[in-house]
Antibody, heavy 120, light 107 residues
Framework: QVQLVQSGAEVKKPGASVKVSCKAS????????MHWVRQAPGQGLEWMGW????????NYAQKFQGRVTMTRDTSISTAYMELSRLRSDDTAVYYC?????????????WGQGTLVTVSS | EIVLTQSPGTLSLSPGERATLSCRAS???????LAWYQQKPGQAPRLLIY???SRATGIPDRFSGSGSGTDFTLTISRLEPEDFAVYYC????????FGGGTKVEIK
């Protein structure tokens, strides 16, 4: 069965960076794009970008360009999302989501989420 | 940039009733690249509908989507207790984005 297991909660100071991992199992990791979506406390969903695990190619939302880096390690079927120069409004749950092959841009399987708290 | 506006913000209904949720786009959504998700507290979103009207794998047929252009609707024909949740629409063209959500709560 398809599973996406994310790394644990993080607490970071403003200005620091955070790197969240997403380990995939139950399918061919390089066959599906991986998206990252975040959700601030009590707020809606915000798309951050995707990575093509096969080529390493990425597409970031304009809002995060220059601050976000998505990478992958195909040897361990794991995708990463690193966000730099953290601010308090980056406090959110960060999700990875496997792209639905029937509708590129949608996510059919999601990780459990990783809470990132930015606080001095 | 497209803006998705969902209405109402909150829908108060009883189990067994019909729920109709709206998602309006500020400009036409190409090729009906419109999806719906359900999210329960403390859980990740769950894909319900893509392509405006195609149900995702394993989604019960009480969920249906319709619409095109700028106006889209998610209908839950008869609410089950597990359907009370927040629902988001998403356009998934080149730069995916989500609407603000509609909360379906028990009346």
């Amino acid at each position: 069965q398809v599973q996406l297991v994310q790394s644990g909660a993080e607490v970071k100071k403003p200005g620091a960076s955070v790197k969240v991992s997403c380990k995939a199992s139950g399918y061919t990791f390089t066959g599906y794009y991986m998206h990252w979506v975040r959700q601030a406390p009590g707020q809606g969903l915000e798309w951050m970008g995707w990575i093509n695990p096969n080529s390493g190619g990425t597409n970031y939302a304009q809002k995060f360009q220059g601050r976000v880096t998505m990478t992958r390690d195909t040897s361990i079927s794991t995708a990463y999302m690193e966000l730099s120069r953290l601010r308090s409004d980056d406090t959110a749950v960060y999700y990875c989501a496997r792209e639905n092959i029937a509708a590129a841009g949608t996510g059919d399987y999601w990780g459990q989420g990783t809470l990132v708290t930015v606080s001095s | 940039e497209i803006v998705l506006t969902q209405s109402p913000g909150t829908l108060s209904l009883s189990p067994g009733e019909r729920a109709t949720l709206s998602c309006r786009a500020s400009q036409s959504v190409s090729s009906s690249y419109l999806a719906w998700y359900q999210q329960k507290p403390g859980q990740a979103p769950r894909l319900l509908i893509y392509g405006a009207s195609s149900r995702a794998t394993g989604i019960p047929d009480r969920f249906s989507g319709s619409g095109s252009g700028t106006d889209f609707t998610l209908t839950i024909s008869r609410l089950e207790p597990e359907d009370f949740a927040v629902y988001y629409c998403q356009q998934y063209g080149s730069s995916p984005l989500f609407g603000g959500g509609t909360k379906v709560e028990i009346k």
